[in-house]
């Protein structure tokens, strides 16, 4: 395989290639900003080398749990002609390190309710009268219970 300089531009299959996603993603993360593009005189899509970086960083949010619109926002700080830096990975992972650790505990607290009544939407039928009498969750606003309550313990921390 020949070296590829780091100036050169990749066609688009030789960029899903090399980053492992199929053809028609590259061109989805191109059309909604993610990456990005030029174009031939014939239309031919071509992506600078450091795209690869790029869409590095869209899998390891991907790895992360993190939707492409909180991907989208994180790229949106970064420089689009250049790999990001070292400072400003740390700085972003930074930042997704705060919302997994979020929904980490948000998980841990439906962990430990699963057993019980998870608040209503309700899967506890049979008990629900006896953790909910007159539908009382209602108050404390739309959703299940045991998401408002992780919610709040997760901002609590």
């Avoid at 309710?113 to 606003?141: K, V």
Wanted: proline content about 6%.
């Amino acid at each position: 395989m020949p070296r590829i300089a780091p100036l050169e531009l990749l066609s688009i299959g030789d960029l899903a290639r090399r980053a492992g996603i199929s053809v028609p993603t590259v061109r989805y993360y191109d059309e909604r900003g993610l990456i990005q593009s030029s174009r031939t005189a014939g239309n031919k899509r071509l992506f600078p080398r450091h795209t690869l970086r790029r869409l590095a960083v869209i899998a390891a949010g991907q790895r992360v749990g993190l939707t492409l619109q909180e991907i989208a926002a994180a790229l949106a700080d970064l420089p689009s002609t250049r790999p990001p830096t070292q400072r400003e990975w740390r700085h972003m992972s930074q930042q997704w390190a705060t919302t997994v650790a979020r929904r980490i505990r948000q998980l841990e607290a439906l962990q430990s309710s699963l057993d019980g009544c998870i608040g209503c939407g309700c899967l506890s039928l049979g008990t629900c009268t006896l953790f909910n009498p007159g539908d009382e969750a209602a108050s404390e606003g739309p959703g299940s219970r045991w998401l408002r309550t992780a919610d709040k313990a997760a901002a609590d921390d």
